[in-house]
């Protein structure tokens, strides 16, 4: 069976039941968030969410592509394409480690610096 695809009804509802908002307020904070990475990613400039990752625009040139059913040469055109890097911590996370939850204590161990 093919996993579980997270929606924005699925964040949306995350966020009512970790913080008091209603589902309304919820819904408009994920689309503001989504909005803002959206307008930030269309004008070049790449965003990066600490202990998640970083979304950087790419710019791909142009090609010449060939179907492969009918061996036919197309023009592909230049075009933009979003990437994403993720940080150790979700690396980390991902991998099943005993990684503490993103903003633990020791969350700044995973980075590299010194607890006092």
């Given amino acids: 069976m093919a996993p579980k695809t997270v ?15 209603s589902r309304t307020e919820a819904a408009e904070m994920v689309s503001q968030v989504v909005g803002e990475i959206c307008d930030t990613l269309a004008t070049g400039a790449s965003v990066k969410l600490s202990g ?18 009918t061996g036919v ?14 940080s150790n911590v979700l690396k980390a996370h991902l991998n099943r480690s005993s990684t503490p ?13 010194r607890t006092a």
């Fill in 101 to 113: 939850a993103f903003g633990d204590a020791k969350d700044s161990e995973l980075r590299g610096r």
């Fill in 73 to 86: 040469e197309v023009p592909i055109d230049p075009r933009r394409a979003i990437a994403f890097i993720p």
């Fill in 7 to 21: 929606t924005r009804t699925d964040l949306v509802e995350a966020i009512c039941q970790k913080v008091d908002l």
């Fill in 52 to 69: 998640f990752g970083t979304f950087h625009v790419r710019d791909k040139a142009g090609r010449v592509g060939r179907n492969p059913k």
